[in-house]
């Protein structure tokens, strides 16, 4: 190890860990773990982050508790079990559900106010938690994890933002220091890693000429952001808010603007009914598909069920891995819509017939390729009628064929529609076929992980098949909100409250008649002009926009780049393959600096998801791997380190 960070000079070793969400927690307690198998490191974590450790910023405590976390409490977790490919020390613990029940039967020993007892008290494992409860629980693990580290680990907590990395010496293999922004200096470190979440974006032009247009004609414009960073208070009772989107965040917007203003639901005769305060605003919201992400099945697999792959086999990933460069379209969709279909057609023989049949038919439907005409013979042969067979368009645009005379028509329309895709998911994701079948797009992130990332597409199917159609075809089919999010859109629509608009809604400007104006050219009669237009949706991940202190420094001064697959250029930041090392613009990966999390979207895909028990979270085994090479670095006895090692992941 060079002399500048040898703990015969300095008395420990130190390293610094930049994000304490739940990515930099993960790897907090992934190198407390592992350092109980090396007593003789004495080692400092400083821990960088300008909110309370643990939650961070995403899942800070204070916010509304009407925001819900996307997942069921016993699918949550932040620690390791027996179903995790370690290379380290496996320390097991309580997942976020069986923490709450932990607070209800063993009492208040930390002091929580009662709205997080009451909480706790009403949480089941299949419901979907608050993210200030959430984050309660990323505080309490960062407090054991701290507690419980051996004795030869100290943590550091800095509650500010670092804005510059540097080596010390000018050589890689040296000491970093990191700059933070209340001007502490860390220095004689051994190892950086960059664990942020959502970064801030600059505003794209487009986005920069609507902000000037609301500010000259006195309107409000919202710019893509988290809803419980946006002071929504001036918002008037009655004022026209457009909303562009109607995803996750247009969730969170709906129950900010309702619930969060003394709106409650009531069920009137089985149905769900709406009161109104009257300090909500009038609701308009669109998007290109026209219509809200579709419910998620409600639990039926318990913490750690998951779809067990027919298609995506370990043999198959490994033989498209092997190929690099693969396309998606062809040699990748087919795959994902081969298991897919086969779980959607043997879940309604099982509910029709029963599962023998159900079994013989999947056996030989899985012998045909996707595509192929005999798949139509066979399922004639099984009795499955033409309407009830699946239809990729169809899902994906559920509005296809339809006419809308005015907007009466399709509000007619869009309330069956959600009616009936509430009534699918409260069957749940094993008995109802469709939720089932869209589940296991959410199953098979894992899997379809490890064929796409690191350059395992070519560039332009990355870019045309992943990013551009399958990642949002995704989010939409299989990552939406809970049933009674659909049940409380029904109710706003049916109380005047909320006016969706239709699909592939257009956004201009009146430059006479100062105003957002918005029409769905599917949806005669659509026109709405709003006073505020809210971009309901998260920014994007662009480090080329980045407005984040630190990485935007290491970009203008090439001490990282951008990944790029192929001859595609991606927004994100470019790393090795595990353990993850950042790469500089000259292709060296640097050996003591590591990043994963949010920032490396494009090199993995789907980087926001969380960790869940008992499927062997990628996130636990990336940050056991980071932890690792960190305490490598940091070890006493260590082999000098590579000036710079083979980029292996482009």
């Given amino acids: 190890m060079p002399p500048s960070v040898d703990p015969s000079r300095t008395g420990r070793i130190a390293v610094c860990v930049v994000g304490m969400g739940p990515r930099g927690l993960s790897v907090l307690e992934r190198i407390c773990a592992n350092a109980r198998d090396s007593p003789r490191v004495e080692l400092t974590v400083h821990v960088v982050d300008p909110h309370h450790p643990g939650a961070g910023g995403v899942w800070r405590t204070s916010q509304d508790r009407q925001l819900l976390l996307n997942t069921v409490a016993s699918q949550v977790s932040m620690f390791t079990d027996d179903s995790v490919d370690l290379a380290g020390r496996l320390e097991v613990g309580p997942s976020l559900y069986e923490w709450a029940r932990f607070l209800v039967l063993m009492g208040n020993s930390e002091g929580y106010p009662e709205e997080v007892l009451a909480q706790a008290r ?14 309660h629980y990323l505080k309490w693990v960062f407090r054991r994890v701290v507690r419980q580290a051996p004795g030869t680990v100290r943590v550091e907590v800095h509650r500010s933002r670092a804005v510059s990395l540097e080596d010390a010496t000018g050589t890689v293999d040296g000491p970093q220091t990191v700059l933070l922004e209340d001007g502490t200096r860390l220095d004689d470190l051994a190892a950086v890693i960059l664990a942020q979440g959502h970064v801030p974006v600059r505003p794209s032009a487009s986005e920069e000429g609507l902000a000037a247009y609301a500010a000259e004609h006195g309107l409000t414009y919202v710019l893509p952001s988290n809803p419980a960073d946006v002071d929504l208070s001036a918002i008037q009772p009655g004022t026209a808010v457009a909303l562009r989107g109607l995803g996750l965040n247009f969730f969170d917007h709906l129950a900010l603007f309702t619930l969060g203003r003394g709106g409650r639901f009531e069920r009137v005769d089985g149905r769900l009914v709406y009161r109104a305060s009257g300090r909500e605003p009038q609701l308009y919201a669109g998007s290109r598909r026209g219509v809200p992400y579709h419910a998620r099945g409600e639990n039926q697999k318990g913490p750690s069920g998951r779809h067990d792959p027919l298609v995506i086999t370990p043999e198959v990933i490994a033989d498209l891995r092997a190929q690099r460069g693969i396309d998606f379209r062809t040699q990748l969709w087919p795959l994902i819509a081969k298991e897919t279909e086969t779980v ?9 017939e029963c599962v023998c049949v159900a079994d013989r038919f999947r056996e030989r439907y899985l012998t045909k390729s996707w595509g192929d005409p005999t798949e139509a013979l066979l399922l004639d042969e099984f009795g499955i009628p033409t309407g009830d067979r699946w239809d990729w368009e169809r899902i994906a ?3 296809r ?7 009466d028509a399709f509000q007619r329309w869009l309330l069956d529609y959600l009616s009936a895709d509430a009534a699918h998911a409260q069957q749940g994701n094993l008995d109802n ?3 089932a079948a869209l589940d296991v797009m959410r199953d098979l992130r894992n899997e379809i992980r490890l ?3 690191h350059n395992g597409l070519s560039g332009h199917s990355h870019r045309d098949h992943l990013d551009g159609h399958y990642t949002p075809l995704n989010a939409f089919l299989s990552i939406g909100p809970p049933a ?3 049940e409380q859109t029904v109710a706003l629509i049916e109380a005047g409250v909320l006016h969706v608009m239709g699909p592939d809604v257009r956004l201009r400007v009146d430059p006479e008649e100062p105003g957002f104006v918005l029409e769905s050219p599917a949806v005669p009669g659509s026109v709405v002009r709003a006073t505020v237009l809210i971009e309901a949706r998260l920014q994007e991940i662009d480090l080329r926009r980045t407005a984040d202190p630190l990485l935007g420094k290491l970009m203008a001064t090439g001490q990282c780049r951008l990944h790029k697959v192929g001859e595609y250029e991606t927004g994100g930041l470019a790393v090795t393959a595990r353990p993850y090392r ?15 999390g949010v920032p490396t979207e494009s090199v993995h895909w789907v980087t926001a998801a969380g960790i869940r028990p008992g499927v062997n979270s990628v996130t636990l085994g990336d940050s056991d791997a980071i932890s690792l090479a960190c305490l490598d670095l940091a070890a006493p006895v260590a082999a000098p380190v590579a000036a710079r090692e083979a980029v292996a992941a482009g």
């Fill in 122 to 135: 009403e949480l089941g494992p299949d419901s979907y938690p608050s993210r200030a409860f959430y984050g």
């Fill in 344 to 352: 959607y057609y043997s879940t309604l023989l099982a509910q029709r």
């Fill in 397 to 399: 645009t559920p509005f």
């Fill in 401 to 407: 064929g339809q006419v809308f005379a005015d907007q």
């Fill in 433 to 435: 076929p469709l939720k």
């Fill in 451 to 453: 064929i796409v990332d």
């Fill in 484 to 486: 009674a999010r659909i």
């Fill in 582 to 596: 950042v790469i500089d613009a000259d292709d060296r990966a640097h050996p003591r600096r590591f990043a994963f």
